[in-house]
């Protein structure tokens, strides 16, 4: 079934001593998606994330990954996961550690260095492949743990705060990494306190605060959801017809009209395609007609108010 | 299974290529060497000829004839200074301050000496046990002589009276005369001591720091993603035993060819020194096939043992100085047959022998010294085998759940409460 969740997390809670780090939560990642876990820092998406690698279990709930066969760790030559908290061997070799990283995930020892090699040259670290991981800058020592994640091809990978660290350039580069995994079939998990990053990569994204699913879904329909009622309409000749559209508060709660501009406040529940073939039928000519979209921002601080936004406590690291 | 093969292979190579290994590898047996060897060839070297002088308040020669004695054992260069038997503290009190200068001491003889047994030695190597021996042995002699004269016994006779006797000592176990001296026997115990102590608490530690690596580098978490925590765990023991397998293997090897070839290294060291000759005909023990067995039996299972316990002491904390503090426990067990060494190797069958020899703790050690020193009853060896190797299988279970829990905790050291909560999870 080709649209069956690669990830199917359900009503699943967590606590830790003092406190519920994931309250009922439940989400459905889509096969081929980029899918973005959001929230602030603390709001519980790395326990959530090492639950669905089922390195901590959890209390209450179900995840099934792959359509519900094996737990994380059986499933683990088929994910690729990259820890919030980094770290490599320090006196190993490059080459050697990347080898070994990939083995562990059952990757014959000849692929694997076929493979290590492959991606040094093409994340341009070709020249350090002998080099022990403790000479690499930080920068490259991210870039050398993201190629062990990706080594073993898996058709899952779960990025815990990829970009965190990482300049400019290279944040760049491994933003086109991901984007060409997933247009190759890969299904991408990845979590971010940064709204703006995961509303230009994500497909779908589930927000989540204090441990609580906020909302999730593809992330057009969460917008069209959450905001698309305000609208910018440029209108060439409008007469009277056009001002009764205007008026009709079927159609529009709040119209600030300019003349020929005009920025207009949907009536809830109202279609901005039925107000277009209105304006079409009052006979004006339609320059312009713009659902003026919300920022994922914007949407995450109306449903969470400004005050749950922002990081509220350091999310815990002990798991028992 | 594949799994814990790659982890093994890891452990072994990375340790194998570290400068470390090479250095070891190579100052191990020159360590060992050492402190064998040096104590022998110390004590021959400083045995340069000794300059005593003989303050003699005797009346009937008997100072002549202690000097001649004392000068013909070759170690001791003897001057004689009669003196009156008023002036002797006097004379002594301005000998005193040229000891040191040319002069290590002086012995007051009077006629006390053959009516009640009283000498008395003042000087600056009254420490060394070699020198004290010579100086009583030479002096019994010579009062023993001189006794037997005033009792009129004939000198032929008194001369026959003072051969000495050598006693050979030849250690039987099992029923069977082993052609082993004591002495061999003896070396045999305290190298097996040395090298089982020395590995079990080198390759334990090993194991703890590559634990606290891992978790501090925070590597850990990548592992688990992809291996059982036993599966880990289990490979980096192994690892870290095959590596030291490998190394004393390197050991016995170079070991053995040093043995056989002993006289011409002890060649290469000074023509035929007296210290040379002496280490050519040190007592090396043949090592029986059971013995080795025995030793590598104990090894694996005593290091198994330690390095689970260390694995999971490194678990519980958060950085290489932590470990260092929290191991101590762990390190204290190990010393324990050590400090008792000594008792073990004076009754080699007594209780005590026998309870450290089947206690799991102290028996990796304990044991293999026992069957050195003299033969232990197969019964024993069996029983502790078995025990050591249930409670290894129990410990393993106990710090696999630590290791389990504890890899993935950061922050405070665990309560013993806590601790029962992971075994138990």
Redesign the interface.
């Known amino acids: 079934m080709p649209n069956e969740p690669i990830v199917e997390v359900q009503g699943v809670t967590k606590r830790f001593a003092g406190h519920t780090a994931v309250h009922g939560l439940s989400l459905n990642i889509p096969r081929g998606a980029i899918y973005g876990l959001l929230g602030p820092n603390g709001a519980g998406k790395t326990t959530t994330i090492r639950m669905i690698?089922s390195?901590?279990l959890p209390d209450e709930g179900r995840i099934a990954l792959f359509g519900g066969r094996g737990s994380?760790?059986d499933l683990?030559h088929r994910?690729g996961?990259l820890?919030e908290?980094?770290?490599?061997?320090?006196?190993?070799r490059v080459l050697?550690l990347l080898v070994?990283?990939a083995?562990?995930?059952?990757v014959p020892r000849s692929q694997a260095r076929a493979n290590a090699v492959d991606w040094l040259g093409r994340l341009g670290l070709a020249d350090w492949a002998a080099k022990k991981a403790d000479d690499l800058s930080k920068g490259m020592q991210q870039k050398v743990?993201f190629i062990?994640t990706v080594l073993h091809k898996p058709a899952l990978l779960i990025l815990d705060e990829p970009f965190a660290g990482l300049d400019p350039v290279n944040a760049q580069v491994m933003k086109d990494v991901v984007v060409d995994l997933a247009r190759a079939g890969s299904t991408v998990l990845f979590s971010t306190h940064i709204m703006e990053q995961a509303e230009k990569l994500c497909d779908s994204v589930c927000i989540i605060a204090r441990g609580e699913k906020v909302v999730d879904g593809p992330l057009a329909e969460i917008k069209r959801r959450h905001g698309g009622s305000h609208l910018v309409v440029a209108v060439e000749r409008g007469g009277p017809a056009v001002q009764r559209v205007f008026e009709d508060r079927s159609l529009v709660a709040k119209a600030d009209d300019y003349g020929n501009y005009a920025e207009l406040e949907l009536a809830s529940g109202a279609n901005p395609q039925r107000l277009l073939r209105e304006l079409v039928h009052a006979e004006a000519a339609v320059t312009r007609f713009e659902i003026a979209e919300p920022t994922l921002h914007k949407i995450f601080i109306d449903l969470v108010g400004p005050e749950a936004a922002a990081p509220h406590a350091v999310e815990e690291?002990?798991?028992? | 299974m594949h799994k814990i093969w790659v982890v093994i292979r890891r452990e072994f190579v990375e340790r194998v290529r570290t400068k470390w290994f090479i250095i070891g590898t190579v100052l191990g047996p020159v360590l060992m060497f050492g402190v064998i060897a040096l104590p022998i060839l110390m004590a021959e070297k400083g045995a340069r000829v000794r300059n005593v002088v003989v303050l003699d308040a005797t009346t009937a020669g008997f100072g002549e004839r202690l000097s001649g004695m004392l000068g013909q054992s070759g170690s001791v260069a003897a001057t004689r200074l009669s003196v009156g038997g008023a002036d002797l503290e006097r004379t002594a009190d301005s000998l005193a301050g040229q000891v040191g200068r040319g002069l290590d001491g002086f012995l007051l003889v009077s006629d006390a000496v053959v009516d009640d047994g009283r000498a008395e030695y003042r000087g600056s190597n009254v420490t060394s046990p070699a020198d004290m021996r010579i100086l009583q042995v030479t002096l019994r002699g010579a009062v023993f002589s001189e006794r037997l004269r005033r009792e009129g016994v004939e000198p032929g006779i008194v001369s026959r009276a003072q051969i000495p006797v050598d006693l050979a000592t030849v250690n039987i176990r099992h029923g069977k005369v082993t052609g082993e001296s004591g002495q061999a026997s003896f070396f045999l115990a305290y190298v097996m001591w040395f090298l089982l102590y020395m590995a079990i608490l080198l390759y334990g530690v090993q194991v703890m720091g590559s634990v606290v690596e891992e978790k501090t580098s925070r590597v850990v978490e990548v592992l688990v993603s992809s291996l059982k925590p036993f599966h880990l765990l289990a490979g980096k023991v192994i690892g870290v035993g095959a590596v030291g397998l490998l190394q004393m293997g390197i050991w016995v090897g170079f070991g053995k060819l040093a043995l056989d070839r002993r006289a011409e290294l002890a060649g290469l060291l000074g023509h035929g020194s007296d210290a040379t000759a002496a280490l050519a005909s040190m007592p090396f023990p043949e090592v029986p096939l059971a013995t080795v067995v025995i030793f590598l039996s104990y090894f694996l299972l005593g290091f198994f043992l330690y390095a689970a316990m260390f694995a999971a002491v490194a678990a519980m904390v958060n950085s290489e100085s932590e470990a260092r503090q929290a191991q101590t426990p762990v390190v204290m067990l190990l010393v324990i047959p050590t400090v008792l060494m000594i008792g073990i190797l004076n009754n080699p069958d007594g209780g005590m022998s026998l309870a450290l020899s089947l206690i799991p703790f102290t028996s990796p050690i304990a044991m293999p010294v026992r069957w050195a020193a003299a033969g232990v009853p197969g019964v024993q060896v069996l029983g502790s085998i078995v025990i050591l190797a249930v409670t290894v299988l129990a410990i393993t279970w106990v710090a696999a759940r630590v290791y389990r829990v504890g890899i993935l905790m950061y922050g405070k050291k665990p309560g013993i409460r806590e601790l029962a909560r992971w075994v138990r999870g």
């Open positions: 690698m390195i901590i994380g760790k683990s994910i996961y820890p908290e980094r770290g490599l061997y320090k006196k190993m050697d070994f990283l083995e562990i995930k059952g743990q062990g690291r002990v798991h028992a």
